[in-house]
């Protein structure tokens, strides 16, 4: 294969289909409600990736029962991951978190928890119970981690550095559990090799799955903001492919890509506006590396001190 996809590695763990659920189990962020700030990242807005069937006025159970109607239509032999997507999944007392995700691994054909949360939020008490969890069940924990460069993490006001990313990465994989990481590509004051060296520094760490996307800038938030007042440089479809090719050369081979592009709603996006479907942008970028010869791990090289 010419990277290592999602798709292929989650089919390959289990005999049958599976797909993620996502659930907004009401969960909040530290950096919205006070303990590290109110105002978030400047680039945040849920509603760009939250399907129509979450609801966060619903129970986990009936979310993924709406959830599993919505692809069923399509494939009937299919399992499930419940995905705890919107906000801070890890963002309560321990009880309360095993309240939750109990509940969702209660539910029939569930076979496995995707949680994603950020990477000053995760207990040992918590990666205990997980890694328990893990002997029976997939356990997929998911850190937003954006950038590996302490300087960008101050400008979009993420509220940690890189370092304590890396450090709940380890401490995740310690324990067994299938850690993945969130980068956005092309964030203010990042250039090309400040972007590829994520890739390295990545590379170099136990993580399991990344998911990477494109710098979007969404309608209201600080990051509109800030471009309406100086625009900065937005990646042209063009620009994005040819970086992301050089990413995956760089890319440690046995780690999983899950994503390669978000798609946000056409009326709260501003830029960049490509105008193509994730599908398109993955054949487009799949026909890239196949016309240049590019493999994932095609460059990648172990590194003494990345970080």
Known sequence: MIYNDFGHWINGQYPFKIQKISIDAGFSCPNRDGRIGTRGCTFCDNRTFSPAYTDRDSSISSQIEKGKDFFQRKYSNMKF?????????????????????????????????????????VTDELLDYLAEVNKSRLVIIEYGVESIHDATLRHIHRGHTFECSAEAIRRSHQRGLTTGVHMILGLPGEDREMILRQADVLSSLPIDILKIHQMQIIRGTQLAKEFARQPFHVFTVEEYIEIVAEYIARLRDDIVIDRFVSESPK?????????????????????????????????????????
């Open 267 to 307: 009326e709260l996006l501003v830029a960049p506006r490509w105008g193509l479907k994730n599908f398109e942008f993955t054949n487009l970028l799949t026909n890239h590396l196949r016309r240049h010869g590019i493999r994932q791990g095609s460059k990648w090289r172990q590194t003494q001190n990345p970080i």
């Open 81 to 121: 991951l419940a995905y705890f997507q919107s906000f801070t999944n890890t963002y309560a007392p321990t009880d309360r978190l095993k309240q939750l995700y109990e509940e969702a691994l209660g539910q029939e054909d569930i076979v496995g928890l995707v949680i994603g949360t950020r990477p000053d939020c």
